[in-house]
């Protein structure tokens, strides 16, 4: 009996399950204690596979407790990915690369291991010196002096106003236009350039991830409290830039719980990743200020640090080109000596999407099934497929209650075909005409439907770190809501699509 | 009861929870009053994996298997002493996929173990735990050092090899020659009492074995005689050199093609001090201990004569400790000479 042709084929990705968001680059970080070890699963074969069952056996990190769980399909198309994902305690992970195994077993095929490294990260803040620090195994790179557009006055919550003791409101979301980080590699290094954080991302990719990750904490806390997150983990920007007079916009505070999390963690997420646009793709400041400054023979580099600022020429739109200019010094210590090095610049969002279409039915008889399609089409006009993109949709009741369902191009259950391009998603009203039932609503009238959508970082294992490096993901392609500069109406969130049910 | 036993198959499980002791016996009659398809069926759930209200995180098609309470798992023993499980082995390096031999002192290794699945129904979420311990005759839990766990389903009459992805860190003391055990379990399983049982337990297996140089100088090793935390014990330790071990067995070692000699080449002594000078002989052939309760002592071993082993060759030399006519445990040794591993 041959082995089931089925295999994880990139790097397993972490889902934040209170808002659904992929944390940047799908790394994970044990600031967040609650997160989802989430990964597309392909058949790797030219036939379709039939009761195919899916489990994790193991994660090399004994600190990283994962909730078993076993995933049955009873049909997996030939080359298809499904999205499967396992709840998983990181409050005792370590910062590394622990491996993780899953296990796949079709009928007629002997069961098939896939192994993945997964990336941890560690992100605290010292309250005395008002620092960030990500802490993995290349060193630590070290955060602060964050300046932010001013979000609008006022406070943003989930669900029902908090009383201000258990649940504090998060005053954000904060669009970031400067900050100083400073890389202490460990340990340290000879000639020009150093290793790059876990052998694959940009230097910036961490300064991104301790912003979402303040985001999210901040949105946390006002949803549900502590708990579930470091404590001491700041969800708050202070220090605005002087040289910005408009303010950003706020989600509409008191949307029930789930679907409001969710807008307010893509909202969190969309605006942090401003820094990661103004830092650039192709090779961030600490790269190119390494290789502009290589240091004396004999040499150790043991600190860098880059202070960049930067004005947002235009509304940090997701999954829209928005332009950045940005000034950067960066500047290298060493056993010998002090290099330096400086860059003015524009840089443009390059996580887009030319046209975003979602397609629903127009009128569902109740207790019908509601769907949603969309397609993310490329600039260069080619669309998104299969495990290019992490995709849901929100669908939100008449009467305000959200219900999130993802949306997937495997050709299972509600998709025709796999890795055609459309993203497809479904709700059976009759599945959820209990949960309105105990929010005291009815499904007749209008829903409301909103999409969004991460990109996943899909490089295959073994591609050299400088290549790799240049391919990131968790950037939102498409979002319904969006952040704009004006603090007098919430964040504009808008349905794609809506279905009258009768 | 009895009409029941003779009209179903009964397990080797079964047999071992109705022939136990109170505390077996106790969850034996809770364990039965659950009828087998409540109790371990893992009859798919009919709710979506992704339910709609709350979550983006598994495609819409998904769905759950329940986690079976219990199910029939065996984790072979070894033969002719259950201490030589041949589905428990290690794989040095950083490599889970390497090839399986006996790790150094200083390695890391990874442990694998195959479990199968003897009831009628599959068994979904086992849960398989990994432990080490230092070289010692009868095994205790509270003294196993826990490497990880992993997860593994296992179709009914199915077997499963697993991985736990956790490395093991081979310590040095006792230079890396440590022992292994895996415990695979369900919800409802029995508690297991502190002192390794495999043989009580089929669900719980041990491989106490290594591969030992005595070659150009004496293999030397401490090992640890435990007593229960409530209980003394006076137990005798005792080797016995020659036998065979199972075909399958020898690539866990690294061995692939190596003959066993059976006439005794090598020279097995016991002590309760240390040996350093070699004009001092082994030690006994055996040794009679007395352990207090809750505590060890350790028993030190030395191996001479490997120099007679041709390359390709092995003895094997098993140490067991018994309590009268009832061994406790065990461990083996493959034993080579100057050649070593080809």
Sequence with gaps: MSATPMAVQTRPFAIEPFTNVMLPDGIFDNALYKLRIACHYTNTSG???????????????????VTGQTYTFARIPAGASVLVSWAADFQHASPGKPLVSFVARA??????????????????????TKTYSIQIPEGRLELSKVTVVPPAKGEWWAGEKPDGEKRKPWHGPYVPTGCTLVWVPNPAYPGTHGELPFEDPWWKVLALIILVIAAIVGIIAAAVGAGTFYVGIKGEFEETDPGVVTECCKPAPGDVLKGGLTVAGVAGVIASVALAVALSDEADPHWRGQEATPPGPGELTVGERVEAHWTLLDEPYAGKPYRTRVSWSYERTTTGGVYQHRVEEEQTNIHVTDEVKVVTPDTVASPGTLWARATFTRPDATLFSGPDLYAFALFRAPQGLYFVVPLTDDGVGFDDSASDGVYTGGLHLREALPELKKADQTPYGIWKVYVFAQDVNRVAPGTPPQIAAQTIGGFFVASAVQIAFDPNLPCPLEAQSSIKVV | MTDHLENMPVSRRDLIRISGGTTLAAVTLGSLGVPAAAGASPTPASRPAADGVG????????????RSTGADLLIRDGSPHWWLSPDIWAVPGTDPNGTPGTPAAGDVAYVWARVRNTGREDAVGVQLRFYWGNPSVQ????????IGTAFADVAAGDTQEVLCLVPWNVVTVNDGHECLVVVASLPDDPPLPDAVDPVGHPNVAQRNLTLASAGKSDFKLTLTVTAGRREPKRVRISALVGGELPKETLPTLGLRDHRPVEKPLVEVGFSTKPITDPNDGVGGPELELEVPAGRSVPVHLTVRGGRDLAGGEYQLVEVVESDGKQTLGGISFAVVGPEGVR
């Design chain 1, 47 to 65: 036939g379709d596979l039939t009761n195919v069952t899916i489990y994790l056996e193991s994660v090399g990190d004994p600190g990283i407790v």
């Design chain 1, 107 to 128: 009928d007629g095929f002997s069961s098939a291991r896939s192994i993945r490294q997964i990336f941890v990260s560690q992100t605290r803040y010292d309250e005395t």
């Design chain 2, 55 to 66: 979550s983006a995180s598994a495609s819409p098609a998904a769905r759950t298997r329940l």
């Design chain 2, 139 to 146: 095994m205790f839990y509270s003294t196993l050092n826990p």
